[in-house]
């Protein structure tokens, strides 16, 4: 049995994407369910966390978000029987690949995978609908009522924010980065209020923004990257990210802001501008949910939640075309370039 693994590049060189020889242990674990894997999402390796988090290997297992169909069980398992759909993310230290064809993973990782929704689509979006409920959920509190900022919702992960909010009764402005995203992000009008253009030079962020909400600002931002600096030579990607100050200007009193960047570093001026606000910064990072298991009860009822609401056609993530076992190679160094923000691949 093969499955895919990263090579951690020396020093600054790229990661290298290769395929090895892995077996399964000829005894299953008491907690342990065999999963026949049929498709498998692609997200960008984050190797700074797993050294940070000690996980030291020469290989790093490749491709996290699987779903499959049980095809043994533990003698302690409870959750599930044979021939069970389940779908879940394997845990940062897992020593499987999802890219094999059949895995062992943990009950307490996994949950059960509605009939009606493909295993493509569910391994796609999975991620993202964990990140959106952590983010909205779990970290921002929302209620009905509020108003939500989020930036560039015609990615995969701003569209399941969106979709989220307006389920909770929730006001969302959002930003588009090119003609196209605007466009599609105007057909979801009237569940958007306003689609805020910031890829035609000047952002008109600060005044519309304001405008929308009789200048009290927004309850809560999700962001997808900001900029910390102006700099005279800038990518046309990081262009697009909203400054550090703006997103504070735009937070209301009492205000969440939830961020993606991972090396945000906010000067005097801009804590006393959140001192004033009553204003809170929350980092998202997603992995802690496996990486602890402190609140694995909550995990398992978000995934489970997650899944329903894709199942009923709450969430309705963008269909990702899936990529054949041997294309996925090529597949994940084009996600870790950050050229795609994920890929699937189909067993």
């Not at 064809?101 to 943990?106: E, F, L, R, S, T």
């Not at 919702?153 to 569209?159: I, V």
Request: proline residues 5%; glycine residues 8%.
């Amino acid at each position: 049995m093969k499955g895919l693994y990263c090579r951690a590049g020396v020093s600054d060189a790229e990661p290298k994407f290769v395929i090895q020889e892995t077996s399964l242990p000829d005894v299953l674990g008491s907690h342990v369910v065999r999963v026949q894997v049929k498709a498998c999402g692609l997200s960008p390796l984050d190797l700074k966390l797993i050294g940070d988090v000690g996980i030291q290997k020469d290989l790093i297992p490749v491709g996290r978000e699987v779903a499959g169909i049980a095809l043994q069980v533990g003698d302690k398992v409870s959750f599930f029987q044979p021939e069970d759909e389940v779908v879940g993310i394997l845990p940062l230290d897992s020593p499987c690949s999802g890219l094999c064809d059949v895995i062992d993973i943990d009950e307490h990782y996994l949950v059960q995978k509605p009939e009606k929704l493909s295993s493509v689509c569910v391994a796609g979006a999975l991620r993202d609908g964990l990140r959106a409920y952590t983010a909205l959920h779990t970290y921002a509190r929302m209620a009905a009522g509020h108003t939500l900022l989020v930036m560039d919702g015609a990615s995969s992960f701003g569209l399941m924010c969106i979709q989220l909010a307006c389920y909770h009764g929730v006001k969302v402005l959002t930003t588009s980065h090119s003609p196209q995203k605007h466009t599609f992000l105007e057909q979801l009008r009237p569940s958007v209020a306003k689609v805020i253009p910031v890829y035609k030079g000047s952002s008109d962020l600060l005044p519309v923004v304001l405008e929308e909400t009789g200048g009290l600002g927004v309850d809560i931002i999700i962001d997808s990257g900001v900029r910390l600096q102006e700099e005279q030579e800038e990518s046309e990607e990081t262009k697009l990210l909203p400054h550090k100050h703006d997103i504070i200007s735009v937070l209301g009193v009492g205000g969440h802001w939830v961020t993606s960047h991972k090396d945000l570093q906010l000067d005097p001026p801009d804590c006393r501008l959140l001192y004033l606000k009553s204003a809170s910064v929350t980092f998202l990072n997603d992995e802690v949910w496996t990486a602890s298991s402190s609140q694995q009860g909550r995990y398992l009822h978000i995934l489970k939640d997650i899944v329903e609401k894709m199942s009923t056609g709450v969430l309705r993530p963008q269909p990702e075309e899936a990529v054949p076992l041997y294309e996925a190679t090529v597949a994940m160094e084009t996600v870790q370039r950050h050229q795609k923000t994920k890929a699937v691949v189909q067993l």
